[in-house]
T-cell receptor
Framework: GQQLNQSPQSMFIQEGEDVSMNCTSS?????WLWYKQEPGEGPVLLIA?????ELTSNGRLTAQFGITRKDSFLNISASIPSDVGIYFC?????????FGTGTSLTVIP | DTEVTQTPKHLVMGMTNKKSLKCEQH?????MYWYKQKAKKPPELMFV???????INESVPSRFSPECPNSSLLNLHLHALQPEDSALYLC???????????????FGDGTRLSIL
């Protein structure tokens, strides 16, 4: 099946630092999504991107749909302890939906 | 708060038991999904229902039997499960928009299943 590679696999950062993670694919997608999952909960949709080059923000989160349509990026500014969790990208094309491998974020107070 | 509701939140069952997982959404979504998720891994797609019809079965063993009684409900019937089936089972739903295909999926909080 389709593989979406996320990097880094895990991050340990100090509170207040900015965070960057990305997701790459060998195939083109029409939609890129970013989810956050906390322990004991399901993935929560953070940002949806629908056009190549699109830059969208949700509070301290900013995501971009790569120009090649094969990648996407998520930035978190001024991290806080409640940002901890696993961040998954997802690519959507037609009726196909693929998750990335995930980035685990730990924020140290 | 999630708009996709799953029950029960936790389930412990023996390998000979029969149980069911339930999922409900009232967002008018016409695509519904079952996923299996192991710790620290991405969710793995099991089944997709589109307009209450099974459209995708990702080669899931027959001990898992999905059912979509109506557009708001999705069940997963379990029978004779194995210890390796212990996992978080997630339900999701999405809108369908014709030739544009499915829209972003919205997930429930899952059922944590443990097989003894």
């Amino acid at each position: 099946g389709q593989q979406l590679n996320q990097s880094p696999q895990s991050m340990f950062i100090q509170e207040g630092e900015d965070v960057s993670m990305n997701c790459t694919s060998s195939s083109i997608f029409n939609t890129w999504l970013w989810y956050k999952q906390e322990p004991g909960e399901g993935p929560v949709l953070l940002i949806a991107l629908y056009k190549a080059g699109e830059l969208t923000s949700n509070g301290r989160l900013t995501a971009q749909f790569g120009i090649t349509r094969k990648d996407s990026f998520l930035n978190i500014s001024a991290s806080i302890p409640s940002d901890v969790g696993i961040y998954f990208c997802a690519g959507l094309t037609g009726n196909q939906f693929y998750f990335g491998t995930g980035t685990s974020l730990t924020v140290i107070p | 708060d999630t708009e996709v509701t799953q029950t029960p939140k936790h389930l412990v069952m023996g390998m000979t038991n029969k149980k069911s997982l339930k999922c409900e959404q009232h967002m008018g979504h016409r695509a519904m999904y079952w996923y299996k998720q192991k710790a620290k891994k991405p969710p793995e797609l099991m089944f997709v229902y589109s307009y209450e019809k099974l459209s995708i079965n990702e080669s899931v063993p027959s001990r898992f039997s999905p059912e979509c009684p109506n557009s708001s409900l999705l069940n997963l019937h379990l029978h004779a499960l194995q210890p390796e089936d212990s996992a978080l089972y997630l339900c999701a739903s999405s809108q369908k928009r014709g030739s544009l295909g499915n829209q972003p999926q919205h997930f429930g909080d899952g059922t944590r299943l443990s097989i003894l």
